[in-house]
C-alpha cells in the first residue's frame, strides 16, 4: 500500500491484483497474472493479429467493496487511442458500476486527452462513507500495463460477493464481441450480460479475426469449468465457406474435451444497408442457414447442448438504427442483443442446472 498527497487530500494507492481486488474477465489471470484475453505464447503459435488483439482488455473487470468516499483511478496503457470510428472512452477507458451482483448501476467513466497513453480520473466522490459494491470494466480496444486504485486513506476495502456460479461464459467472436463500437466499456455485450447473470463472463472477440482458427478452438477448450460457450464469429468469415471450413471443426475441438457443456451458435446481425443491398440479405441468410442447419444436424447426431440464434432476431424492429457505420452496434445496438440473448442464456444456464 503507496501513500500520497492528491490535491484533495491524502489517498492510498492500491495494486487489483492483490486481495481483496478480484481480477475477472480473464481466463488465465490465475495462472499468468496477466490482462490479457490468450495465454503469452511463442512466436508462430497464433496469428499476429490474434496474438495483438489478446492484450487488448475487453471483458476484464475489477471487483471490490469500500466504504471510500473518493475513487481514483491510475492507468498506464499499451498507446493511446487510434481508432476512428470508437470514443476514446470505450478505446482506452474504464467505466464504474456501483450495486450489488444483479443490481449494478452506472455511475461514471475515466475522462483523460484523446492522445493519452496513460491518465489519472476521478471515478467518484462521496460525502458519506458507505459499503459500496464496485465494479470497473477495462478497456475494450487497447492493452493494460498498470492500474492502480486510490482511495482515502480511512477507507475500508472487503472483498466483492462471490459469483452465484463458479464456472464461466465464454464468447468467441468478432469486433461486435469485442465491443466496437461501444461508447464505453460497460456497453460491450457480455458486460452487459455480466451484469444479469452472476457468473464470470470472458470476452474473447479479436477485431477482424474471429476467423474461427483451430488454434483458438484448442485455448478454449482449455478454460476451466465452462458453463456455456457462445460462438458469434459469422461476420469475420470473408464467405459462407470461411464458416463451412471452420465451425464444424471448432466445435468438434471443443466437445473433445467438453461434451455436454451448452454451445450456442450465434449468426451475424443485419447490417444497416440490407434495405438496399439484396446481394448483402441473401448472403447473411445463407450463412444463417448453413449454421441453423448444422445445430440441427449436431442434434440429430445427439448433441442435445448445443443451439442457434438468428442474430437478425436480436436487433428487433430498430435494426436499421442500432450502428455506426452499418457494420458496428451503438449502445442501442448492444443492449438490443443483450436483450435478445438474456432469455436464451437464462434457459440455457437454468436448464443446465436441473440436469
Not at 448445443?306 to 457494420?327: H, K, P, Q, R
Request: proline share 5%; hydrophobic share 35%.
Amino acid at each position: 500500500m503507496v501513500q500520497h498527497k492528491h490535491e484533495d487530500g491524502e489517498m492510498h494507492w492500491l495494486s487489483p491484483n492483490e486481495p481483496p481486488f478480484q481480477i475477472s474477465g480473464f481466463a488465465w489471470w490465475s495462472q499468468e497474472h496477466k490482462y490479457r484475453r490468450l495465454p503469452v505464447v511463442g512466436a508462430g503459435a497464433i496469428r499476429e493479429e490474434v496474438d495483438e488483439l489478446a492484450n487488448h482488455t475487453a471483458g476484464g473487470q475489477i471487483r471490490f467493496q469500500t466504504n471510500a468516499t473518493k475513487l481514483i483511478i491510475k492507468v498506464r496503457l499499451f498507446g493511446p487511442n487510434n481508432m476512428e470510428h470508437i470514443p476514446g472512452t470505450a478505446v482506452n477507458g474504464f467505466d464504474c458500476y456501483l450495486g450489488l451482483p444483479g443490481e449494478q448501476l452506472y455511475y461514471s467513466t475515466t475522462r483523460f486527452p484523446h492522445n493519452a497513453d496513460e491518465y489519472e480520473s476521478v471515478l467518484f466522490t462521496f460525502v458519506e462513507p458507505e459499503l459500496r459494491c464496485i465494479t470497473l470494466n477495462f478497456p475494450l480496444y487497447q492493452g493494460v500495463h498498470e492500474v492502480q486504485i486510490g482511495v482515502n486513506t480511512d477507507a475500508k476495502m472487503m472483498e466483492y460477493p462471490p459469483y452465484d456460479i463458479e464456472g464461466k461464459v465464454i464468447v468467441y467472436g468478432t469486433s461486435i464481441t469485442q465491443g466496437g463500437c461501444a461508447s464505453r466499456p460497460g456497453m460491450a455485450y457480455s458486460n452487459i450480460l455480466s451484469r444479469r447473470f452472476n457468473i464470470e463472463f470472458i470476452n474473447l472477440g479479436f477485431s477482424g479475426n474471429g476467423k474461427g482458427d483451430p488454434e483458438i478452438a484448442e485455448f478454449i477448450s482449455q478454460i476451466e469449468k465452462p458453463e456455456c460457450l457462445v460462438l458469434d464469429y459469422d461476420a469475420n468469415c470473408v464467405n459462407l465457406d470461411g464458416l463451412i471450413t471452420t465451425m464444424s471443426e471448432f466445435i468438434r475441438i471443443f466437445r473433445r474435451r467438453h461434451s455436454k457443456v451448452p454451445i450456442l451458435v450465434v449468426s451475424r446481425t443485419p447490417c444497416g444497408y440490407e434495405h438496399a443491398q439484396s446481394s448483402a440479405y441473401e448472403e447473411r441468410v445463407a450463412r444463417r442457414n448453413y449454421q441453423s442447419g448444422l445445430v440441427r444436424e449436431l442434434r440429430d447426431q445427439g448433441d442435445r447442448f448445443i443451439y442457434f440464434c438468428d442474430g437478425a432476431d436480436l436487433l428487433g424492429e430498430v435494426w436499421n438504427e442500432c450502428t455506426v457505420d452499418g457494420l458496428h452496434p451503438t449502445d442501442l445496438g448492444f443492449m438490443q442483443i443483450a436483450n435478445g440473448l438474456t432469455p436464451i442464456l437464462k434457459d440455457i444456464l437454468t436448464s443446465l442446472r436441473d440436469d
